[in-house]
């Protein structure tokens, strides 16, 4: 069903025209608006796709930012393990030369016991 717009130009516009001239006004305003709407189509498209590829690259430097931090907690992380890995293999150490000492303090204190006493 197609509608009649030629309604749409005014009457004093029509009669100092004409019907036929009215119609190609019509038509003419049509054909620009259609042109219009393109271009501008066109260009919202473009300023989407630019907005799009900036935002695209903030989020992968982002994340490249993030890979390096993680990268760095990894580091920090495997230098604190180690170290008190350290520490807690210095507490056995330590602990093993207390232990095999006081064995052979407590075994001479029991043998100098056993000679008083035998």
């Known amino acids: 069903m197609e509608i009649d717009y030629i309604f749409m130009i005014s009457k004093s516009i029509r ?14 305003m049509n054909k620009i ?12 498209t473009q300023k989407f796709d630019r907005k799009l590829s900036e935002e695209s690259k903030a989020f992968s ?6 890979r390096v931090e993680m990268g760095d907690m990894r580091t920090e992380i495997k230098s604190e393990m180690w170290n008190g890995m350290s520490n807690i293999h210095s507490a056995i150490i330590s602990q093993t030369r207390w232990t095999i000492s006081s064995i052979f303090a407590a075994g ?3 043998f100098a016991l056993a000679k008083i006493f035998f």
């Open 15 to 28: 009669d100092a025209l004409g019907e036929e001239a009215s119609k190609s006004l019509l038509e003419l």
């Open 33 to 44: 608006h259609t042109i219009g709407r393109k271009n501008m189509e066109e260009i919202m």
């Open 61 to 66: 430097n982002s994340i490249a930012e993030l």
């Open 108 to 110: 001479g204190f029991y």
